[in-house]
């Protein structure tokens, strides 16, 4: 708790995390301290009002989703949904195959659970996007194996907001009898998700992506065609044994609540979203050298994902204190690293480097829009006055051909 | 990040930005780093006909932390001379900005940039 006010910056960084809404937060209270029944408990009513309240959840969730609610396992969220989807389905199949198929660009908590398996034996791939960020489906059929037991794509990135096609490779999945995992953390209230249509056998779901509390968040695991999985948290046999462990009611009942807001009001949320995204684009292509990361087109209006040349990225964070954004992704802002999400998609380090996400949501306003753009055209000024490369840009060097003094 | 208050004063006020004429026979230019590191230090001295440092200006691309410890260097420039000027050890930027074990390179490359800088003007002297 701070001690002298603090003006606090505008919030950017809705890919990071959403505040709960409202709604969610006077919907989850009860149940800490009037509800506070264990859903597993059979022989009263406390017990009975706090497994009602969880199945209501687990409608929603399935709702949002279109799936059936007994797809829907309860997890802390969805790092703990992708481990169980990884470890727990290559394990459980790995009399198939012992190959796991990714992306570069996928979240830490899909690269590492995959690393982990290599550990354990595993081959891996882990396939390059194009310079969009997008997979290239031939290049994913390549990459297929007789003994590929399973692969894992994330719906939408995290970092640049790209949406992948998990429709055409779900089903390429199915012809080569392939498990099909996709992290849909940061899609849902985003875009649609159809899982009765789409090809997709595991799908994992966070609820602090969409205005719902941290600490949960549900995996779905198929069940026609039937998919099975090995539990990774053992010890009283919750969610049919696939997950065990006391259900956190109130954290349930928020992501239930808050996925029931995605889904009626996610349309109309989206369509003014979009109008602030396109604002705030057109606001900042008008700096010079500036380079969206990540197909324009094929991504949410959430995210905006933009390099600016010949400045550096932790200045660039620094000069732009009246927003909070962050460079790169937040796992990785700890490291002097560039992000290997932007490295992925054939970015120099400098672009790397230079970048900031900025990702908008329910409470953003226009005047927050606004206010960034001029904050970003003051400050990538002054930066740039500052700047040597820039300087060497501007008198026509190509700095492609400079030796540097490196150290 | 937490910026020691040293450092946030140096970005938001920057002593002696700019450039002086790289041909300049007076002006010794240092240019260290590279920016796939993310660091890239200019620095150039302007020195008098008594070998006294009179003028020094800088242009970085890098963190706070570099923009700091090249800003903090012109000032600890003027007035020396080019002996002294290569005395100058990282550590004495460290001290002063209070910088953290991970900017401690920053500190590095600004005493690279002085070297260089110092080393140029040298070979035009020749």
Known sequence: ?407 | MAYSEKVLDHYENPRNVGSFDKEDPTVGTGMVGAPACGDVMKLQIKVGANGIIEDAKFKTYGCGSAIASSSLVTEMLKGRTLDEAQAIKNTSIVEELVLPPVKIHCSVLAEDAIKAAVADLKSKQK
Not at chain 1, 116 to 130: I, S, V
Not at chain 1, 139 to 165: C, H, W, Y
Not at chain 1, 232 to 257: D, F, N, P
Not at chain 1, 318 to 339: D, F, H, Y
Request: aromatic content about 6%; some cysteine.
């Open chain 1, 1 to 407: 708790m701070t001690n002298e006010t603090q003006v606090m910056p505008i919030y950017m960084d809705y890919s990071a995390t959403t505040p709960v809404d409202p709604r969610v937060a006077e919907k989850m209270i009860p149940f800490l301290t009037e509800s506070y029944g264990n859903p597993a408990s059979r022989s009263h009513p406390y017990g009975w009002i706090a497994e009602k309240a969880v199945e209501n959840a687990r409608n929603e969730v399935a709702k949002l989703v279109n799936a059936d609610p007994r797809e829907i396992i309860w997890t802390s969220g969805a790092t703990e949904s992708n481990n169980l989807a990884i470890k727990g389905a290559s394990n459980f199949y790995s009399s198939k195959g012992k190959h796991i198929i990714s992306v570069a660009t996928e979240h830490k908590a899909v690269i590492d659970a995959v690393r982990e398996m290599e550990r354990m034996g595993y081959e891996t791939t882990f396939l390059q996007p194009e310079p969009d960020g997008l997979i290239d489906i031939k290049k994913f059929k390549d990459a297929i194996r007789p003994d590929t037991v399973l692969a894992s794509v994330m719906l939408v990135n995290n970092e640049i907001g790209v949406i992948q096609d998990i429709n055409a490779l779900g089903k390429v999945c199915r012809e080569e009898k392939i498990i099909f995992h996709v992290d849909a953390a940061q899609a849902t209230g985003k875009v649609e998700i159809n899982l009765e249509k789409l090809p997709v056998d595991l799908m994992s779901f966070s609820a602090h992506k969409t205005y719902g509390p941290k600490g949960v968040g549900a995996l779905y695991v198929r069940r026609k065609p039937r998919i099975r999985i090995e539990a990774q948290m053992h010890g009283g046999g919750h969610e049919r044994g696939i997950r065990s462990g006391t259900l956190a009611t109130h954290q349930i009942v928020g992501m239930g609540e808050a996925f029931r807001i995605a889904r009626e009001e996610m349309e109309m949320e989206n369509a003014r979203i979009k109008k602030l995204q396109s604002r705030l684009l057109s606001g900042l292509i008008e700096i010079e050298e500036t380079y969206v990361n990540g197909d324009i087109e094929k991504r949410v209006p959430h995210n905006l994902n933009i390099s600016f040349n010949y400045v550096e990225g932790e200045s660039l964070i620094m000069a732009v204190k009246g927003i909070a954004v962050s460079s790169g992704s937040a796992c990785t802002s700890a490291s002097l690293e560039p992000s290997y999400v932007l490295r992925a998609l054939g970015r120099s380090d400098e672009l790397a480097h230079s970048s900031i996400r900025f990702s908008i949501g329910r409470f953003t306003k226009d005047s927050d829009i606004d206010y960034t753009i001029r904050l970003l055209k003051e400050k990538i000024g002054r930066l740039r006055e500052l700047s040597p490369l820039w300087e060497m840009f501007k008198d026509g060097v190509d700095l492609e051909k400079v030796e540097w003094a490196e150290h």
